[in-house]
C-alpha cells in the first residue's frame, strides 16, 4: 500500500552501475515503503539481482542517492545494510545444512547467558518468530538437511526476521519450489507486509508477483521500464514492459 | 532443554492438557513423527509415546512406519474413516484446498494468494497440486481421495458444473470446471457456488444448525447469498438463485460485469470500496481495510459500515421473499464482525415485515473463513454417501481397505 502522504522506508534515485563496458544500472529509481510489497520484476540480465545487491550493500553503485527514511545513507558493506535494517535473502540462502534450525537462526549472533549459550531463550524466539511467519516447521530442533526446500525459504526468511528489519529483500523465493511451497513462501509475503515490514519481492514469475505486490517495477536493460500497481494489473500488460512491447521508460512519479 | 509450560491442577486434568496439545500439534501439521511431536509440544518422547498409544486405542490418531533422515520413525496422523474428501475454494485473490474426513475434520490445508483475474488452467493445475500434497502430508496415497467439492464465486450450473452467468469470472466462462478438474486428478469433482457452500457448511456445522429456513449472506470481493429452504440448498433452476450481488441499487451506476448497470456488487464490490478511500488511505487492498478498521480506523471502520448498511437493504427484500428464521453473515468482510454485522442487521430489520412468530434474526458465521471450503467437503461427502447405500457404508467401517476397493467397484461401474 503505497500510502502518498508518509516517508519511503528505503528510496533510490538515479543509480548507475557498470561493469566494465557493460551498464548494469542506468539512472534506476525504486522506492518503497512499510507496509509494502514491492516486486521487481524483468527477463534475465535486466538489473533485477544488480539492485538487490545495492540494496544489500553487496555492491556499491558508481553514482546515485539512497535515502533511508528521508535520511541519504550509503551502503558500503552488507553489515551497514544489516544496521540500516535491510535483511535480505539471496537465492543461495546460505543456511549450513549440518546445523539444526534454531543454530541456522541464530548463527554468528548466539545468545549467551553468562559463558553458556543460551538454548532455551534461542528455542523461544525461533518458536515465536517461525510461528509469526505460519511456518510449519515442526520441530526447531530438526536439521536443516531433513526440510523441504519450502521450509528452507522459511527459515531464511525467518534468519532475516532476527534482527527487526525495517525493509526485507527477497531475492526469487519461489524458484524452483513445488506448488506448495510457493504457496508457503506467499503466504509468509503476505505476513510480512501484515507485520509493517517493507517487502523487496525479486522475480521473474509473474503469477506470484501478481499475488502478494502492492506494484511491480519493471526493469528492463538496466532501465526503468514502468511501475504498476500490483492489484489492478493485466499479465499481459507488464509482460509488454518486460519485453519492451510497451515503452514506459519515463517513471511515472 | 527446561521450558515453562506448567499446567495448573492434578495429574488427571494434565494428562487431558497433554492430549489435546498432541492433537493440537498432529491437526496443525498434518502428520508428524512422534520425535517431531515431542518438539512441537514440549512434551517428553516417553509421554508422546504413551498418549500416542491412548488416542489411537481411542481412534483419534493413526499411526504409520515412516523414515525421517534415514531414521525409522512413527508418523501420527488423525485418524480416518472411509477415505478422504478434497474441498477447494477459488477467491478472487486466493485459493484454499482442504482435505476432510467422514467425521468432517479437516485433517489438512493450504492456502495460497492469487493474481486478479486468476487463469482458470494455471488454477485448476495449481489446486490439483495441492491436493496430492496434501495427500503426501497427512501420508494418505491417491487410492483414498474419493470425490473433490469446488467452490467458485460465480453462479455455477451444477448439472454441468459451468458457470452459468458470462462474465462474472473472467476467462472462466467456456469451460467445463467440474470435468477438467477430475481429468486432472481421475476422481469425481462437484463445482458448486461459494455462497451456496457457505450456506450448506453453516446449516449443518454451524450458526444455522437446527432451522429449517436460512440465508446465507457471503459480503466479499462480490456479494451472494446461499439459500436454505426447508432444510435444502435452493440453487434455482441454472444455479443463480442468491445472486443478490447483482441486484439494482442505483439505476445511474456503473455497469457492472454481468452487463447490468448499478448493480449491488457495484456498490459494495472491493473495488468500489477501494476506490473509496484512495485519496485518503493510498492504495489498499481489501484486506487491509479489513484490518483497519478492526484496529479502529474510522475512515476504514466507516466503509465497511456502509457497505453492511447497502448489504442490508437488499438482505431486507430477500427475507421478505422468502421468510428465512436466521440469516448468516459470512465472507471476507465478515471478518469485521459487528462493525459489518450490525448496520446490516439494522437495515434488515428496518425493512423488513416482522413476524410475531419467529422473528428473523441475523447473526455473524461461525465457521468464519472456513465456512465455503467446509461446505465443499460436506458437499463432497454428501455425494460420496449419494454414491453408495447406506449398507455399504456400515459394511466399510470395519475395513477400510474393503471400502477403498468396493468404492472403487462402484466408480467404475457408473
Known sequence: MSDPTSTPALSLRGINKSYGAVRALSEVTFTVHPHEVVAVVGDNAAGKSTLAKVIAGVITPDSGIIESEGVPVTIPTPASAHALGIATVFQELALCDNLDVVSNLFLGRELRRGRHMDEAAMEEIARKILRD??????????????????????VAIARTLLGNPRIVVLDEPTASLSVSQTAEVLTHIERLRDLGHAVVLISHNMNDVRSVADRIEVLRHGRNNGSFPGHSTSHEEIIAAITGAGDYSMPAH | MIIDRSTPGSQASLREANRARIVDAVKRFGGLTQVELAEATGLSTATISTIVRELT????????PTSRSGRRALKVTLARQLGLVAGIQFGHRHLKVALGDFGRTIVAEQQMPLPLDHRVDTGLD???????????????????????GVALPAPVDTATGMIS?????RGWDDLHIGQTMSKRLARPVIVDNDANLGALAEHELGAGRGYRDVVFVRASYTTGAGIILGGHLHRGYAGTAGEIGHVQVDPMGDICRCGNRGCLDTVVGSSALLDLVRSSHGDLTLRDIILRARDGDPGCGRVIADAGERIGKVVAQVVNTLN???VVVGGELAAAGEILVAPLREEALRHTA?????????????LGPQAEVMGALTLALQSTEVATDHQTITALTDDSMAAQRHLDALRTKD
Open chain 1, 133 to 154: 511467519l505460519t511456518s510449519r516447521i515442526p520441530s526447531v530442533r530438526s536439521l536443516l538437511s531433513s526440510l523441504s526446500g519450502g521450509q528452507r525459504q522459511s
Open chain 2, 57 to 64: 486405542g481411542a481412534g483419534v490418531v493413526d499411526t504409520r
Open chain 2, 126 to 148: 495449481r489446486a490439483a497440486l495441492l491436493v496430492v500434497d496434501l495427500l503426501e502430508r497427512v501420508g494418505a496415497s491417491m487410492d483414498e481421495l474419493l470425490t473433490i
Open chain 2, 165 to 169: 452467468v458470462r462474465g462474472v469470472m
Open chain 2, 324 to 326: 428465512p428464521q436466521l
Open chain 2, 354 to 366: 416482522q413476524n410475531t412468530i419467529a422473528p428473523v434474526e441475523v447473526v455473524l458465521g461461525e
